[in-house]
């Protein structure tokens, strides 16, 4: 599994979805956005593509 980095990609489309988040997770979130002066929303597209991309199947075990 390849390592996690922040980005510095451009933006893409996005779209509007509400999601629920636990608190604790939140709190990280938004720790490392003041540390990487990153948008919040940035920080949590780029934690989900980076779980797609490294999505195991349990078939695939």
């Keep these: 599994m390849k390592g996690f980095k922040l980005p510095t990609i451009e933006e893409e489309k996005t779209v509007l979805k509400t999601i629920r988040i636990k608190s604790s997770t939140l709190r990280k979130i938004e720790e490392l ?17 980076y ?3 490294n999505l195991t ?5």
């Design 51 to 53: 779980a797609l991309d």
């Design 33 to 49: 956005s003041k540390q990487h002066n990153l948008s919040i929303n940035r920080i949590v597209n780029e934690c989900l593509e």
């Design 57 to 61: 199947d349990k078939k695939d075990q």
